[in-house]
């Protein structure tokens, strides 16, 4: 597939957004968030990333820190086109700016970047009615703060860190397994899907959803493994099968 610029695209891409889930019915599973040096360049990032789409994957997250904003927003455009048939959608990280232009589903938010409530206003203001938002949080306290948002700001949050991850090497103080299932019982309580990120592994899974988790991201549990189909397809299996299970339902 040959690079294109986030201009070329826009227009076109911003329209098929209308095609995915609607924003506040999209529960994920299995969500994957990319690390362009783990995928071995921004190729490796599309490839990793439809293969992750086509077995598994509820939605796929664009992180690189070290891009320069036009090679974000070309990855990203880029990203937009080879997931479009698959009807997964990609949420790019911090950057609402190239999550706009590039016609991506929507953003994820730290606690240091722009404020939900900020970037609500400013997709609503150009008809991005459909926009997903997503939020990080590492403490109880971070949670309850979206009560004191405007209803509808937050569509997700990712609790974590599970444990301490290479990818995030500034991230809080690792939760382990008690503080994850302390943060999960307080994100239920706010209504809030709530995802647990940080390390996760596939042997991880079902502590987590025995803790309370409905979800998980993935980093290195996807990207830059020999096989990324085969690792979504692992990973999607022994999450559905823990969730069947703790539902007390067939797997």
Do not use: F, W
């Given at each position: 597939?040959t ?8 227009t076109?891409?911003?329209t098929?957004q209308?095609a ?5 019915s ?9 690390d362009?040096h783990?995928?071995g360049g921004?190729?490796?990032v599309v490839?990793t990333?439809?293969a992750a789409?086509k077995?598994?994957a509820?939605i796929?997250?664009l992180?690189?820190?070290d891009a320069?904003t ?8 880029e990203l937009?086109?080879?997931l479009?048939?698959?009807?997964v ?11 706009l ?10 606690q240091?970047d722009l404020d939900?409530?900020a970037?609500?206003?400013i997709?609503e203001a150009?008809?991005?009615h459909?926009f997903h938002?997503?939020w ?12 004191a948002?405007?209803p ?9 860190p ?9 991230a ?18 706010g209504g809030?899907p ?6 996760v592994?596939?042997?991880d899974?079902?502590g ?14 996807i990207?830059g493994?020999?096989d990324?189909?085969s ?8 999450l ?12």
């Open positions: 597939m690079p294109r610029t986030a201009t070329t695209t826009t076109s891409t911003a098929s209308a995915l889930p609607d924003r506040r999209l529960r994920p599973r299995l969500y994957l968030v990319t362009t783990l995928c921004p190729r490796g490839e990333a439809l789409a077995h598994g509820d796929v997250q992180r690189d820190h320069t036009r090679e974000l927003a070309a990855l990203a455009a937009v086109e080879a479009e048939p698959t009807g959608p990609l949420v790019i990280d911090d950057r609402l700016d190239v999550a232009a590039a016609g991506a589903a929507g953003v994820h938010l730290g240091s939900p409530v970037a609500r206003r997709a150009l008809g991005r459909d938002i997503g990080s949080v590492s403490r109880a306290d971070e949670i309850r703060a979206v009560d948002m405007p509808g700001t937050l569509d997700l949050i990712g609790i974590g599970y444990r301490a991850t290479p990818t995030k090497p500034n809080p103080e690792p939760l382990g397994a008690d503080g994850v299932g302390a943060l999960v019982s307080v994100a239920r309580a809030v709530a995802v647990v990120i940080g390390g592994k596939q042997a899974v079902g987590l959803v025995r803790e309370g988790a409905r979800g998980v991201a993935v980093v290195s549990a990207c493994q020999p990324p189909a690792a979504t397809r692992d990973l999607r299996v022994a559905d099968e823990a969730l069947a299970r703790d539902a007390g339902e067939p797997a």
